[in-house]
Nanobody, 123 residues
Framework: QVQLVESGGGLVQAGGSLRLSCAAS????????MGWFRQAPGKEREFVAD????????TYSDSVKGRFTISRDNAKNMMFLQMNSLKPEDTAAYYC????????????????WGQGTQVTVSS
């Protein structure tokens, strides 16, 4: 079992950067591929990025490709999302999630979720 806690959200101006962290408890962190999702008020949860168990494979949504970078440190049970060139449309609650299933990017594939951290980008 793994439990997830996000941190690092906040208020930033457009064009700025933030680094989100996801801390995982338990000894089985590297059994899981990991992902980031986000949800803005009144909108559905949206896939942001995914990273394989040992970091060899990374997948990004088109909306963040080239601006966001996902990474993980299995020795520290941590995952990160470096967000650069932030835009007001990036404003959302960001969630980290863990999956055992093979399908990348679909929320149904991820069976462990954190509580979320809020990111607000002002124009």
């Amino acid at each position: 079992q793994v439990q997830l806690v996000e941190s690092g959200g906040g208020l930033v101006q457009a064009g700025g950067s933030l680094r989100l962290s996801c801390a995982a408890s338990g000894r089985t962190f590297n059994n899981y591929a990991m992902g980031w999702f986000r949800q803005a008020p009144g909108k559905e949860r949206e896939f942001v990025a995914d990273i394989s168990r040992y970091g060899a494979s990374k997948t990004y949504s088109d909306s963040v490709k080239g601006r966001f970078t996902i990474s993980r440190d299995n020795a520290k049970n941590m995952m990160f999302l470096q967000m650069n060139s932030l835009k007001p449309e990036d404003t959302a609650a960001y969630y980290c999630a863990a999956r055992l299933l093979a399908v990348v990017g679909q929320a149904e594939s991820y069976d462990k979720w954190g509580q979320g951290t809020q990111v607000t980008v002002s124009s």
